[in-house]
């Protein structure tokens, strides 16, 4: 298995841009979390999916973050309008059934608002 | 959800083992205890899991106390690539779970 794939690795936008970050799980794994980690607050829950039904959003920042999972392969978060602030490294994670199961994260989108 | 606690930062020297102290002192019957660790630029990593009794596995091991209110992850013989925020957190036996990481114990290893 590749593994969770997370592209791009890298964006360079302009404030006010809209971003959009992807993710394509562990096939099989049917709980897919996103976390964003900046120096000064670590590794934050934004938000996470169980068989595609996103269970809880409480940890996005605000109305200009959204994320979709259409199917079980695939989840998008999307920033509109990005700002400064929004500058961080964004990961995806995943993750099958419950307990024991272990968490498998991919490689991360580093984004930087200018 | 249930907390855990970590020292910030932890110091070895090459080849000398690591004992990496987590405190979860609200922990329920059915939680996980996981633990993982991010490398400089890279996504966090599993390292080991258990629930009651003690582990091995090829990279550490975890040793649980038997109240479970606090375990420790042992690392044998650390290297230079051991160097890592090494994170303890709690995973419940439902699917519905939310994984809340903390800041993790820094982990500095000299040659």
């Known amino acids: 298995d590749a593994g969770v794939i997370q592209s791009p690795r890298h964006e360079v936008t302009e404030m006010g841009q809209e971003v959009t970050l992807r993710c394509k799980p562990i096939?099989?794994?049917?709980?897919l979390f996103w976390y964003r980690q900046t120096m000064m607050r670590g590794l934050e829950l934004l938000i996470y999916?169980?068989?595609?039904?996103?269970?809880?959003d409480s940890g996005m920042p605000e109305d200009r973050f959204s994320a979709k999972m259409p199917n079980a392969s695939f989840s998008t978060l999307k920033i509109q309008p990005s700002e400064p602030r929004d500058s961080a490294v964004y990961f995806c994670?995943?993750?099958?059934?419950?307990?024991?199961?272990?968490?498998?994260f991919g490689a991360g989108s580093r984004l930087t608002v200018l | 959800d249930a907390k855990t606690t970590q020292p910030n930062s932890m110091e070895s020297n090459e080849e000398e083992p690591v004992h990496l102290p987590c405190n979860h002192s609200?922990?329920?019957?059915?939680?996980?205890i996981h633990w993982y660790r991010q490398l400089p630029s890279q996504g966090p990593e599993y390292v080991i899991h258990?629930?009651?009794s003690n582990v091995n596995n090829r990279m550490a091991s975890l040793a649980i106390a038997e109240d479970r209110k606090s375990s420790t992850l042992i690392l044998h013989r650390a290297t230079l690539r051991d160097a890592a925020v090494y994170y303890c957190?709690?995973?419940?036996?439902?699917?519905?779970?939310?994984?809340?990481f903390g800041k993790g114990t820094l982990l500095t290893v000299n040659p």
């Open positions: 994670a995943s993750r099958q059934g419950s307990g024991a199961n272990v968490l498998t």
């Open positions: 609200t922990i329920s019957g059915t939680d996980y």
């Open positions: 258990g629930l009651t």
């Open positions: 957190i709690l995973i419940g036996g439902g699917s519905n779970y939310k994984l809340t």
């Open positions: 096939s099989g794994h049917n709980s």
């Open positions: 999916f169980n068989n595609n039904v996103p269970i809880d």
